[in-house]
């Protein structure tokens, strides 16, 4: 297809956009054009599940954005991985499937969101699954993405730490994405399939791209959004040396993902009028919203020294990881098939609080001493360690993206504001005292020597905090940046995902949650993808 036969341009082919290609080109009536500004993942460490320690600092792979300097974490500057390669940072995380707590979407639709309340959602969901454990009234089973329910090669010291965590107050669940989220899961299920990463480019786009209406182009990315008047008729992208356009007949679809989707939305004059003319950007549409309402998930790890072996002791020595290599290459089975994350959870802080606040996460090695230019996953600590850890499930605090200059090469400015509520930092101090809790009981306690982060010495609940303030950091779900709501004074797209006070410009992405979902935002994220491919092939068959 030569550039401008195409009725949709999307832009982005993360977890959102390759669903949204999928989708959109399904019925073969729409021309669709989809630019990565990343390269092919066809990479050995992205198809490795427990590879992706090796890609968490490629720049070949990652954008690699730093927040600024967080008065929250004691002033220091957070590291903000996200995927540049096909499938986005679905190509780089730690494939944990979680879809959100059904009030998460419950609270979406309160807001004025019509359309993706819980029982608008659960369809979405259940449609793209391929659930391992079978399809039931909450699963879906059949389509295009495959979810393992991940019970084979767990390391046994998962099932001491279920127990210690039931003793500690909370129950089995053997699905948390099924009836209920609250409970210590049976295992984490993850996008996973044969061993290989499952990301949205191999659940989705591979399928799609064998369809004739698809085009997808690599290495491309986008610098501006062209407009007639306030219509959004196609892009600009950069490829190399050569600066290339393409238009849409119909619609151009933005899905960047919570950092890029805002910067090429103020690159084109939509957003805060007072800041875009600081830059010497014309402003197209005022929105105050735009790059604002940032949300993320902060987490910590508690790490324990063992009295038994671990994976510690099973992936640091060159013949341990000699083994597990040649085993994975052989069966595609093993410990380097799975995700660092084996087991956990979700967990209120009190009795006061209705629902799930906190996310669990149990891992079977350690990490304490860094690599250079890499997670040091397949290097873990040279003793017998795990960690416990957490992250919130609906913080507070907000932050904002936005541009730095009008150069759409330059990255933009993340100011996250973590622990800036209090509200934030007290529910952190009843979380990390429940995981010391879960470390107390039997049977984990008897299998613990000593705790090594932050340590015994750290017991008041002042200290508690400055060590959270200092060691705690993001689990990658930024989100929000484009938030969806009824009208521009509360956010930047409408229910319908199309961008405020413009015609022809959807977001459709991590962006447009009006809210913060409960766990890992990947499996959101797709949904938010397919979900909004409905919706546009609904609006064009009008």
């Known amino acids: 297809m030569m550039q401008g036969d195409f009725d949709f341009i999307v832009v982005g082919a993360g977890a959102a956009g390759c669903a949204l290609a999928y989708k959109l080109t399904e019925n073969g009536r729409y021309k669709v054009l989809l630019l990565e ?31 600024e300097a967080d008065p929250g974490l004691n002033g220091q500057v957070d590291y903000w991985p996200r995927g540049k390669v096909i499938g986005g940072s679905s190509a780089i995380n730690a494939m944990v499937y979680v879809r959100g707590d059904a009030s998460d979407y419950e609270d979406w639709k309160a807001a004025g969101n019509t359309g993706w309340g819980w029982d608008d959602v659960l369809p979405a969901y259940k449609a793209m699954e391929d659930y391992e454990g079978g399809g039931d009234q909450w699963r879906g089973s059949g389509g ?30 053997a699905d948390y994405n099924g009836a ?20 949205a480019a191999r659940a989705f786009l591979k399928p799609a791209r064998k369809r004739s209406n ?111 290599g040649l085993q994975y290459l052989a069966t595609r089975g093993g410990p380097l098939s799975l995700s660092i994350n084996q087991g956990g959870g979700f967990f209120r ?95 984990l306690k008897n299998l613990i020597v000593e705790e090594l982060r932050p340590g015994p010495a750290v017991q008041s609940d002042k200290d508690v905090i400055a060590d959270f303030r200092q060691r705690s950091g993001t689990t990658f779900h930024p989100c929000c940046t484009n938030r969806m709501a009824p009208t521009a004074k509360d956010g930047v797209v409408d229910p319908r995902l199309r ?29 938010i993808g397919w979900r909004g491919a409905e919706m546009i092939l609904q609006d064009s068959a009008n």
């Open 349 to 443: 802080t009190n009795e006061k609080r209705t629902r799930p606040n906190m996310q669990l996460y149990y891992q079977a090695f350690s990490t304490l001493i860094p690599k250079n230019n890499e997670r040091p996953i397949l290097s873990p600590d040279p003793f017998s360690g795990m960690s416990l850890g957490l992250s919130n499930c609906r913080p507070t605090s907000t932050g904002e993206i936005m541009i730095k200059s009008a150069d759409p090469l330059d990255k933009p400015k993340i100011t996250a504001n973590i622990f800036s509520t209090d509200h934030d930092v007290q529910e952190m101090l009843e979380a990390v005292k429940f995981l010391r809790k879960i470390a107390a009981q039997e049977p």
């Open 37 to 67: 500004a990343g390269g092919s993942d066809r990479r050995f460490y992205i198809t490795m599940p427990m590879g992706y320690g090796k890609t968490f600092y490629d720049p070949k792979l990652n954008w690699m954005y730093s927040a």
């Open 214 to 324: 698809l085009a997808v182009v690599s290495n491309a990315q986008v610098t501006r959004i062209l407009f007639e008047g306030k219509r959004a008729v196609g892009v600009e992208y950069k490829r190399g040396a050569s600066l290339l356009t393409a238009k849409a007949g119909r619609e151009v679809i933005i899905s960047g993902g919570t950092v890029n989707s805002p910067q090429l939305l103020q690159l084109a004059g939509i957003g805060d009028a007072k800041h875009l003319q600081g830059l010497g950007i014309d402003v197209l549409v005022a929105n105050n919203n735009v790059g604002r309402n940032l949300k993320d998930h902060q987490g910590i790890n508690y790490t324990y020294r063992l009295k038994v072996p671990t994976l510690n002791d099973s992936l640091r020595p060159w013949y341990g990881k000699l083994w597990f």
């Open 144 to 173: 295009p993405l495959y979810i393992s329910a991940n019970k084979n090669y767990l390391h046994w010291t998962n099932k001491p730490f279920r127990e210690a965590a039931m003793a500690a107050g909370m129950k089995l669940n």
């Open 180 to 199: 209920a989220q609250e409970g210590v899961a049976t295992s984490f299920q993850l996008t996973t399939q044969g061993g290989m990463r499952n990301s």
């Open 499 to 527: 961008v405020h006070g413009v015609d022809g410009l959807r977001v459709i992405d991590a962006s447009a949650m009006p809210g913060i979902v409960s766990g890992n935002i990947n499996g959101p994220s797709m949904m």
